[in-house]
């Protein structure tokens, strides 16, 4: 039977809603979407608070009309800017000397309790483990056996109440209901990483329009997460100042822009319109020293991040994937970025029949951890009528 969800995420950029079918022969089955370009946020603040009922209908409707149904119900992506993540590990004993749903509870309540998590004052939106221990055997993901004491490593997402007080009320006036919010940042990470890479501690920089998100990953959490003010966007306006164009122009520059340039590349002109709609013809050299200063101080920002705080988190064998819309289009983009950050970089991209590009990797992130979620919820429930139906056959 297939299961279908509606969900809204809101990038840097552009705000996208699915309407997606689980169940089928792709998990992810896109089957209606809608893009909408805004203005973004920066500093926990929309940049324009008067249009977002506006634009978040008409990200709603494109989707509505595309798949032929009607949203009344939807899960929203709470972006990388409005979350905090913490995390500690922490210590049990297995009185009964067996490890059990019970004790794997206890150490993750011991987490929350040690790191005052009620008392924050935002919205946990997940609680997953990082790793497990028993006794002084190896880290593991699926304790079990017999043994001493347990420890884990447990990390919470929390998001700001701000934001879901916007977005409820954004939503209330759409007449839609809020079935809850998820971390795109954690779906888009479990999503395009594998366990073998997530066990080493991997890390995804998401370069967004106007902001780049770092996420360690090890096992089923976000371990080390941080938010740069800098994006693609920055290159793009970089641009439109120094050469005096439009950004629509200097935006299709950008995309266009190699960085590792063949002979015919070398001697390339860029042709467009200035604000008075003259046509321009720019040389190469000229876009060159705009672009490559622009990306160097992004990718300085991120070697620098790595440096002094991401990269605690890593080993030598940590895999590093770029992904998000600002530069992960641009060809020779990650050769240039590996060179600055001294480690080699893929490209993320989420498989499925549709939005299949790094643009739209945390959207389909945030559309397959829904789909855990409820099948997660399925599993409970069907776990508990199994110990019920247990507990009456014994009577």
Known sequence: MKTQIAAIEFGTSKIVTMIAQSGGMDRLDIIGSGTVPYDGYQDGDWNTPGQMIQRVGDSIAAAELEANSKIREIYVGVPGEYVHIRSCETEVDLPEGVVDEAAINAAQDAAADLLQIQESGGLVLHRTPSWFIVDDGKKTMSPGGKGTRLR???????????????????????????????????????????????????????????????????????????????????????????????????????RNYVFNPDEFDMDSFSEVYDESGRRKTIPRKVVSEIVEQSFKELADMIELTIANDAGQYMGKRSQVYLTGGGIALMRGAKEALAAVI???????????????????????????LIFDSIEGQGEAEENLGSKIRNMFSRN
Do not use: C
């Open 152 to 254: 884990a490593m447990t990390t919470f997402v929390i998001a700001d109440p701000q934001f879901i007080e916007d977005v409820s009320e954004m939503l209330g006036q759409h007449d839609i209901t809020i079935l809850g919010f998820l971390s795109p940042s954690l779906g888009e990470s479990l999503l395009v990483l594998s366990l073998e890479e997530r066990d080493r501690g991997a890390l995804l920089i998401d370069v967004g329009y106007l902001n780049t998100e770092l996420s360690v990953v090890e096992g089923d959490a976000i371990v080390y997460h941080a938010i740069l003010p800098r994006g693609g966007g920055h290159i793009t306006a970089d641009l439109a100042m120094g050469l005096r164009i439009p950004m629509k122009a200097a935006e299709q520059i950008k």
């Open 342 to 368: 001294a480690r080699p970089i893929k490209i993320s991209a989420a498989k499925s029949s549709k939005l299949n590009s790094p643009v739209y990797a945390s959207a389909l992130g945030l559309a397959d």
